[in-house]
């Protein structure tokens, strides 16, 4: 009866020595798992912000926005290129990934009334255009709503219709993420 | 005696429970180590494809040459659209699309390979082109060099990193490249007019050393021939100075890039289109008023121009549509 008890406390023991040993283990998995998977979002984060940096100076040349070899962009594209957008999305989520494109105008300086009012087809045909609104949003794909860094350049905005040159700010919203 | 086998008993359940336990433990180290480098080897994979991407897309911010730096080996490949590294039946296979328009052979696997950036005007600017080619890789131009300018410039404009080599067609004899191509793993032909050697007989002189394409270019008629590594030919237009540059950087592979290439210049031509009706309905002058719906006309057509002909008929008259809108100081399509 004696050695019986013994021996289930022996089989006691070594349960109790192996569920101690797997518990620390478990514990040191989930300690690395939780390090490996910050140092991945840290990388993502990192690449996403090189990525948005080099989308930066792409955005300023890119075909679709810019005046033809003189450095600018063109006003009178972003309407037919919104249209062509909506059209066309998957191909745009391949170039641009998961961001936010805008370029306000900052020289001169809109009216009160203006700034921050989104230029769009109503605004763009009446008669006080382009007094009527002061940003234009290009691009914006963000669908599990997340929270980004921003980065932004100076550039040169070119109103063919008037043939007037304005200054303005491109600005990427960026989503810590490189997936498209 | 039963003292004795009780003893036994209790020590054999120990064993067998250290057995379980040990391999229990053992496979989800093995489990967990598989994770791990799998994991890592995604993340590895997906960054030098991602590196690659990025690079191509920095450098292709303005035209240039250069010569990309991997810091290492890897078999990269080039499909229509996608880039890939590693090999498709391996566990570290990774595809990644990208936007970008790329001339190249199917696949680089050299640390170092040469970057040429060049922008496709049709006339209104419509991508950046880029051709690659590693050193592996050989380009054979056999043209006119003593009699035709056009040859000579068109192969004057290609940087020298790209390495490509060329010989006037008279004094043009396979035997002398058979070195070249020994050391090569792609070998490409190029005539510039009335090919002097027919694929079969170059295909005896280099094709046991790796792939031979031969290109023979229709500089005036915009026209080109494709052989394949295995003789199959396929007939292709090129549609400007750019596009036969990567028809010669692609070879067979060419027809697939072409399409999107093309596909790019009809969403620039809608953007074009687009904007010129909007400008019009803010222009007063009369004189610019049909200049520019003129300019809308020539669009439409381009839009839905399907052929060489076509093709190149309405870029010369957009390209003079636009020069008369600047002349009389109307607001231009491009």
Known sequence: MIKNRRSQVHVSETILVLFVVIVI???????????????????????????????????????????DGTGCIDTAKFLPFKRVLGEDFDMYRRIFGRKKITITEIYPVPHDSAIDVECDVIKYIQMEYPENCGKWTIYDYNPENELGAKISTIVS???????EYRVGRLEIEHYGDIRR | ??????????????????????????????????????????????????????????????????????????????????????????????????????FTQPKINERYFSVWTKKWEAP????????????????????????????????????????????????????????????????????????????????SQYGNFGDLEVVVVNLNEHIAEVYDTYGNKEDVFYFGDEMLYGLIFSGSKFSCTKEIAMNRFNLLTRIHLEKVGRIMSKENRPVCVDLLNEARKMLENYQFALTKTELYDLLEKVGRQ?????????????
């Open chain 2, 322 to 334: 636009n020069l008369q809108l600047e002349r009389e100081d109307c607001p231009t399509v491009y």
């Open chain 2, 1 to 102: 005696m039963i003292k004795s086998k009780k003893g036994n008993t209790h020590l054999l359940f120990k064993w067998i429970f250290g057995v379980i336990a040990g391999a229990i433990i053992l496979a989800f180290f093995i489990k967990f180590s598989y994770v791990h480098l799998s994991g890592e080897s995604l993340i590895e994979g997906n960054r030098i494809l991602l590196t690659v991407d990025n690079k191509l897309d920095a450098f292709g911010v303005k035209e240039g040459t250069d010569v990309f730096d991997l810091k290492g080996e890897f078999n990269l490949g080039f499909d229509c659209g996608v880039l890939s590294s590693g090999t498709p039946e391996s566990n570290n296979f990774f595809e990644r699309k990208t936007d970008k328009i790329i």
């Open chain 2, 124 to 203: 209104y600017g419509v991508s950046t082109f880029y051709y690659l080619k590693d050193k592996n890789s050989v380009i054979l131009f056999v043209g006119p060099s003593s009699s035709s300018e056009d040859f000579v410039n068109f192969v004057g404009r290609i940087p020298s990193n790209m390495g490509i080599q060329a010989v006037d067609t008279t004094q043009f004899n396979p035997g002398d490249f058979v070195s070249t191509a020994r050391q090569s793993s792609k070998f490409t032909v190029v005539y510039f007019g009335n090919p002097t050697y027919d694929w079969s007989t170059l295909k």
């Open chain 1, 25 to 67: 283990l478990m514990l040191g998995v989930v300690v690395y798992f939780k390090f490996s998977v910050e140092k991945n979002k840290d990388l993502a984060e990192e690449l996403s912000e090189e990525q948005a940096t080099i989308m930066l100076a792409k955005a300023v040349g890119l075909q679709e926005l810019s005046c």
């Open chain 1, 157 to 163: 905005l070119y109103y063919p219709e008037f043939d």
